[in-house]
């Protein structure tokens, strides 16, 4: 069982849409990260949330950290085929050590 | 820029056989973490070394070992390969200040088919 559910598993749209990538767990984490991979490369970080409810924007990305630190949301507005890769949501939990990761969101921007 | 390097993009293995994995970064960093990753598991951490020497078990570290002989270079040893390891392989490090909060850069991977 993951600790860090995502979902969709797969999203497939066409340039210019808008979309939500979910990652929700029943623990609660110290902070959350969102990194994205592109084939053949190594994650990259894209954020990092560490306050309950806060909003982070990153140009077209708005990522938001859940009051209860439970669950994260990233919301792409008007996709480009640039956004296409591999989203993963990752948690520190409180004494932890470890980085733990969701199974992750494939996206495709379709032109 | 931070670089994590590692020895080979693609390998090709026989069962049993002995494999090396080596990993590199440029940036003095003291935490070094190696994770596999699997269609619809996400990464999942092999083992960990936050100094010199110091190693730390994973999630998953059975049919592997590592070592950290020098700051910069953390390998995975795999002693006696099997099929069920054939996987990407990510090599990774971090600062090691607050760990809770801090980056993790990947290195491009290794992906290793055992055959």
């Known amino acids: 069982t993951q600790l860090l559910e995502q979902s969709p598993q797969f999203l497939s749209i066409q340039e210019g849409e808008n979309l939500t990538v979910y990652c929700n767990s029943s623990?609660?984490?110290?902070?959350l990260q969102w990194y994205r991979q592109e084939p053949g490369e190594g994650p990259v970080l894209l954020v990092t949330?560490?306050?309950?409810?806060e909003v982070k924007k990153l140009k077209r990305l708005t990522f938001q950290f859940g009051d209860a630190r439970k669950d994260s949301s990233l919301h792409i507005t008007a996709a480009q085929p640039g956004d296409t890769g591999l989203y993963l949501c990752?948690?520190?939990?409180?004494?932890?050590?470890?980085?733990?990761f969701g199974s992750g969101t494939r996206l495709l921007v379709r032109p | 820029d931070v670089k994590v390097t590692q020895s080979s993009r693609y390998l090709v293995k026989r069962t049993g056989e002995k494999v090396f994995l080596e990993c590199v970064q440029d940036?003095?960093?003291?935490?070094m973490f190696w994770y596999r990753q699997d269609p619809g598991l996400g990464l999942r951490l092999i083992y960990f070394?936050?100094?010199?020497?110091?190693?730390e078990k994973g999630d998953i570290p059975e049919g592997y070992s590592v070592s950290r002989e020098k700051k910069e270079r953390f390998s995975l040893i795999l002693e006696s390969a099997s099929t069920n390891q054939t996987s990407m392989y990510l090599c990774?490090?971090?600062?090691?200040?607050?760990?809770?909060?801090?980056?993790?850069?990947f290195g491009p991977g290794t992906r290793l088919l055992v055959l």
């Open positions: 940036m003095d960093h003291e935490n």
């Open positions: 990752a948690g520190w939990m409180d004494s932890s050590y470890k980085l733990i």
């Open positions: 623990s609660v984490f110290s902070s």
């Open positions: 070394s936050y100094d010199v020497k110091m190693k």
């Open positions: 949330v560490v306050t309950g409810g």
């Open positions: 990774a490090s971090s600062l090691g200040t607050i760990l809770y909060q801090e980056t993790q850069y």
